[in-house]
């Protein structure tokens, strides 16, 4: 709407200091019920429940045939020391044959191990692409459902909801995809590796397994240090980003005030901050390697020291070292993936339960009436027009009323000009009128039924708005236009630009009515857009019209044009017209002025004028200013 009410606006800012500067998730940040939230997760995966538990069975088979590839390669290293060494004794040579079988067999191992590993990469996409297909149209249908409230200050701001769709989406499709797998793989891993070891040495897994306490000091101290810096740093790159949006937008402001310094030393202050979290936070993320590395090397070194002891004595094959040696290799890397995995996991946590927070959101309640006879739901149909407001107080906070006993009638095909100062209620009756918001009391009525007896789109379907925050979407002109009424002809979309004196600019366009408006139609004028949803409200052919300052950002003389153009889409439908210049409604059938949410005055202009009263002193002030 073009303006908000006072009390909504102190709602507003009252919601925004309550969830703070931030509201979006940050790397690191945890599920506040991380046990409820898996169970809704896995709620929510039942229908793929049956893939689900086949890609993990596949990735055990996986990581197995792995673990299992270097003891059958010692296998085939035995079989070449034991043919060397009885070819020295005269005793015999290599058998060539028996190392072919074991090296044909471990080539099939290793080929089952890629198999069943790519079938699972191909489940586990399907799953997460699925599932979160799934959320962005729950989350996509949900938005349509929530009260108007719930983004008024109540719940959440529609970017945050944007950002559930798409950052949150994101994020628990990617950790959906690879964290679950990788814990699974990882605890195979170090359990199939474990196993394998002690079964070739007992003593030589002792002297691994001596390393474990010094890897998890390192892992615990590096999480620790490193988890707070990431925070920083995604808060900070929040800060950036919304510093770069802002001066981005308001750089010809920035320009005109000669402030392009101050812009740019303001920006360096948070890109310094940024660049001091995320050094630290990638500085010491990046000791994990190397510091695992180490560990994994002083295992390395002792099993080298007691495997060669071990081997002089007898008590071990040079073969069994050798698998020994690369079990050792793959026996700390699973466990650097598993510290990683409890962050990732607790990050698809907190994506999940902000989705789902969303999604568990109030939705509108409707209230239609059935028919006690038939007990279907009353419907309006095309409404005739005629709108009562009888004794209707509301408030967006409880206690705080904005409109405390506004009573109106307004007859069918008439036109009501609404007129006051900011903070008024003029733009919150509308709302009310479109069911936005239910009245505290009294009853609004179209036709005789209460609004609140009537489907919100069965009583919707009868309005048409022209606002002063034009709204048009990415497509071409013709698309805009057609919005208004999906079903309407090419010749009918033209006929309503040319009615709202449209296509004199639209064939300076190239491609004219095909011509692709970016996002936001930034590629044409504020005017043209008020225009075009003009004409967009003239398709619709509504019964009731809502306009709201809808000529405030066209010139002088197209303003002529269009209040002409709108006096005759306002002929036999009632219209609502919200104007702070008041030569626009001169020829108002009823003007209600408005302060406090009470209507002080009403009448025709002439008659407030003679009044002289409240609205006569209004527009006395706007000539004299124009004077």
Same mark, same amino acid.
């Given at each position: 709407?073009?303006?908000?009410?006072?009390?909504?606006?102190?709602? /507003?800012?009252?919601?925004?200091?309550?969830?703070?500067?931030?509201?979006?998730?940050?790397?690191?940040?945890?599920?506040?019920?991380?046990?409820?939230?898996?169970?809704?997760?896995?709620?929510?995966?039942?229908?793929?429940?049956?893939?689900?538990?086949?890609?993990?069975?596949?990735?055990?088979?996986?990581?197995?045939?792995?673990?299992?590839?270097?003891?059958?390669?010692?296998?085939?290293?035995?079989?070449?020391?034991?043919?060397?060494?009885?070819?020295?004794?005269?005793?015999?040579?290599? %058998?060539?044959?028996?190392?072919?079988?074991?090296?044909?067999? &471990?080539?099939?191992?290793?080929?089952?191990? =890629?198999?069943?590993?790519?079938?699972?990469?191909?489940?586990?996409?399907?799953?997460?692409?699925?599932?979160?297909?799934?959320?962005?149209?729950?989350?996509?249908?949900?938005?349509?459902?929530?009260?108007?409230?719930?983004?008024?200050?109540?719940?959440?701001?529609?970017? %945050?909801?944007?950002?559930?769709?798409?950052?949150?989406?994101?994020?628990?499709?990617?950790?959906?995809?690879?964290?679950?797998?990788?814990?699974?793989? =990882?605890?195979?891993?170090?359990?199939?590796?474990?196993?394998?070891?002690?079964?070739? !040495?007992?003593?030589?897994?002792?002297?691994?397994?001596?390393?474990?306490?010094?890897?998890?000091?390192?892992?615990?101290?590096?999480?620790?240090?490193?988890?707070?810096?990431?925070?920083?740093?995604?808060?900070?790159?929040?800060?950036?980003?919304?510093?770069?949006?802002?001066?981005?937008?308001?750089?010809?402001?920035? /320009?005109?005030?000669?402030?392009? %310094?101050?812009?740019?030393?303001?920006?360096?202050?948070?890109?310094?901050?940024?660049?001091?979290?995320?050094?630290?936070? /990638?500085?010491?993320?990046?000791?994990?390697?190397?510091?695992?590395?180490?560990?994994?090397? &002083?295992?390395?070194?002792?099993?080298?020291?007691?495997?060669?002891?071990?081997?002089?004595?007898?008590?071990?094959?040079?073969?069994?070292?050798?698998?020994?040696?690369?079990?050792?290799?793959?026996?700390?890397?699973?466990?650097?993936?598993?510290?990683?995995?409890?962050?990732?996991?607790?990050?698809?946590?907190?994506?999940?339960?902000?989705?789902?927070?969303?999604?568990?959101?109030?939705?509108?309640?409707?209230?239609?009436?059935?028919?006690?006879?038939?007990?279907?739901?009353?419907?309006?149909?095309?409404?005739?027009?005629?709108?009562?407001?009888?004794?209707?107080?509301?408030?967006?906070?409880?206690?705080?009323?904005?409109?405390?006993?506004?009573?109106?009638?307004?007859?069918?095909?008439?036109?009501?000009?609404?007129?006051?100062?900011?903070?008024?209620?003029?733009?919150?009756?509308?709302?009310?009128?479109?069911?936005?918001?239910?009245?505290?009391?009294?009853?609004?009525?179209?036709?005789?039924?209460?609004?609140?007896?009537?489907?919100?789109?069965?009583?919707?379907?009868?309005?048409?708005?022209?606002?002063?925050? !034009?709204?048009?979407?990415?497509?071409?002109?013709?698309?805009?236009?057609?919005?208004?009424?999906?079903?309407?002809?090419?010749?009918?979309?033209?006929?309503?630009?040319?009615?709202?004196?449209?296509?004199?600019?639209?064939?300076?366009?190239?491609?004219?009515?095909?011509?692709?408006?970016?996002?936001?139609?930034?590629?044409?004028?504020?005017?043209?857009?008020? &225009?075009?949803?003009?004409?967009?409200?003239?398709?619709?052919?509504?019964?009731?019209?809502?306009?709201?300052?809808?000529?405030?950002?066209?010139?002088?003389?197209?303003?002529?044009?269009?209040?002409?153009?709108?006096?005759?889409?306002?002929?036999?439908?009632?219209?609502?017209?919200?104007?702070?210049?008041?030569?626009?409604?001169?020829?108002?059938?009823?003007?209600?002025?408005?302060?406090?949410?009470?209507?002080?005055?009403?009448?025709?202009?002439?008659?407030?004028?003679?009044?002289?009263?409240?609205?006569?002193?209004?527009?006395?002030?706007?000539?004299?200013?124009?004077?």
């Amino acid at each position: 709407m073009a303006e908000e009410d006072a009390s909504l606006k102190e709602q /507003q800012a009252r919601a925004r200091r309550m969830r703070g500067p931030k509201n979006r998730f940050a790397g690191g940040e945890k599920a506040k019920d991380f046990k409820g939230t898996l169970r809704k997760l896995l709620g929510a995966l039942s229908a793929e429940l049956p893939k689900l538990i086949l890609a993990l069975v596949l990735a055990v088979i996986s990581v197995i045939f792995g673990v299992v590839g270097p003891k059958i390669l010692g296998q085939a290293t035995n079989e070449v020391f034991l043919g060397v060494a009885a070819k020295a004794q005269g005793t015999g040579g290599i %058998d060539f044959a028996a190392i072919a079988r074991i090296l044909l067999f &471990l080539l099939a191992i290793y080929c089952l191990s =890629s198999a069943a590993q790519a079938i699972q990469g191909w489940l586990m996409t399907g799953i997460s692409q699925r599932t979160v297909f799934r959320f962005r149209r729950q989350i996509a249908e949900k938005i349509a459902k929530v009260p108007l409230s719930y983004f008024d200050g109540e719940g959440i701001s529609k970017g %945050d909801a944007l950002s559930r769709m798409t950052n949150d989406v994101d994020t628990l499709s990617q950790t959906l995809n690879n964290g679950l797998v990788q814990l699974v793989t =990882s605890l195979t891993q170090v359990i199939g590796v474990a196993v394998m070891m002690v079964s070739i !040495s007992l003593p030589l897994a002792g002297v691994t397994f001596l390393t474990l306490p010094l890897a998890a000091l390192v892992l615990f101290v590096l999480i620790r240090y490193s988890q707070r810096y990431f925070k920083a740093q995604q808060a900070q790159l929040g800060a950036v980003n919304g510093k770069i949006e802002e001066d981005f937008s308001g750089q010809v402001v920035i /320009q005109s005030f000669n402030q392009t %310094d101050r812009a740019i030393a303001e920006f360096e202050k948070e890109n310094d901050a940024l660049f001091d979290s995320a050094w630290k936070s /990638q500085f010491l993320s990046g000791l994990m390697q190397p510091l695992m590395g180490l560990v994994g090397n &002083l295992g390395y070194v002792g099993v080298v020291v007691v495997g060669v002891g071990l081997a002089v004595q007898g008590a071990i094959q040079p073969g069994d070292i050798q698998s020994f040696i690369q079990y050792v290799r793959n026996f700390t890397q699973p466990l650097t993936q598993l510290a990683s995995v409890s962050n990732t996991l607790q990050q698809m946590a907190a994506c999940a339960e902000r989705i789902f927070e969303f999604l568990d959101a109030p939705e509108e309640e409707e209230t239609a009436k059935a028919d006690p006879a038939t007990g279907e739901i009353e419907h309006l149909g095309t409404a005739q027009g005629k709108v009562d407001f009888d004794h209707i107080s509301f408030g967006y906070l409880p206690g705080k009323t904005i409109i405390h006993d506004f009573t109106a009638d307004v007859p069918a095909g008439k036109t009501v000009a609404i007129v006051g100062p900011t903070g008024a209620g003029k733009t919150t009756l509308m709302k009310l009128l479109l069911r936005f918001y239910d009245v505290d009391g009294g009853s609004l009525s179209v036709d005789g039924h209460d609004v609140r007896d009537i489907l919100r789109k069965d009583l919707r379907g009868n309005f048409a708005m022209v606002l002063q925050d !034009s709204w048009l979407f990415q497509g071409t002109i013709r698309e805009n236009i057609r919005f208004g009424r999906l079903d309407a002809t090419d010749e009918e979309v033209e006929a309503a630009a040319r009615y709202a004196h449209c296509e004199h600019f639209i064939k300076t366009l190239p491609g004219g009515y095909d011509f692709e408006l970016n996002e936001g139609a930034t590629n044409i004028s504020q005017g043209q857009r008020q &225009l075009l949803t003009i004409a967009r409200a003239v398709l619709a052919d509504r019964p009731i019209l809502i306009l709201d300052e809808a000529t405030s950002n066209v010139d002088t003389r197209t303003e002529w044009r269009i209040q002409r153009a709108m006096d005759k889409l306002m002929a036999g439908r009632t219209s609502f017209v919200i104007a702070h210049r008041l030569s626009t409604i001169r020829d108002a059938d009823k003007i209600l002025v408005l302060e406090d949410g009470d209507v002080v005055e009403s009448g025709t202009h002439e008659e407030l004028l003679a009044k002289q009263g409240v609205y006569a002193e209004l527009y006395q002030s706007q000539f004299d200013r124009m004077a």
